[in-house]
């Protein structure tokens, strides 16, 4: 199983369509939020299913503030993290993630990607496509394979 993860496109979605084209097939998106206002081009993109959560740009929206599911053995919670503090950094949501039950948390509003595997909750932002802020300043993204064992594997990818 392949998952595309993506965050704070925020309405720029010319480098979401280009990685989605990079690495279809797969077979689930995650946003982290901040989408502003582009739920329908994001949803309607991929031929696969596709869990969006709104940031704190996502004034209007509709989409929830977070989401909960299973992907293969792994309780997954997406959130946009704004409301965890984020910006500080990633230990008060990997502890609301380890009070939840969550095996792995995704989230974004940094614009910053981080792969952090240590602990007992895997905490994942793919960074930003459209406005990255860590050096050297690339469009991330991030892969998560689920290998034939159920095991879960997470590439950082940049355009």
């Not at 946003?31 to 993109?45: N, R, T, W």
């Not at 969006?52 to 989409?63: H, I, K, P, Y």
């Not at 909960?68 to 965890?84: A, D, L, P, R, S």
Request: proline share 4%; glycine share 8%.
């Amino acid at each position: 199983m392949k998952v595309l993860i993506v965050s704070d496109t925020h309405k720029k979605n010319e480098n979401f369509f280009k990685v989605l084209k990079m690495v279809s097939p797969v077979d689930m998106v995650i946003h982290c939020g901040d989408l502003e206002g582009s739920e329908y081009a994001i949803s309607a993109a991929p031929d696969c299913v596709v869990e969006m959560v709104a940031g704190n740009n996502d004034f209007f929206s509709q989409l929830p503030m977070e989401r909960e599911f299973e992907i293969g053995k792994y309780q997954i919670w997406v959130t946009h993290g704004h409301n965890y503090y984020v910006s500080m950094g990633n230990e008060r949501l990997k502890q609301e993630a380890k009070t939840r039950g969550v095996d792995i948390v995704f989230y974004g509003h940094t614009h910053r990607p981080v792969i952090d595997l240590n602990g007992d909750v895997v905490a994942i932002n793919p960074g930003s496509l459209s406005y990255p802020r860590q050096d050297g300043r690339k469009p991330s993204y991030v892969l998560m394979d689920i290998d034939r064992f159920g095991e879960a594997h997470f590439t950082l990818k940049y355009l």
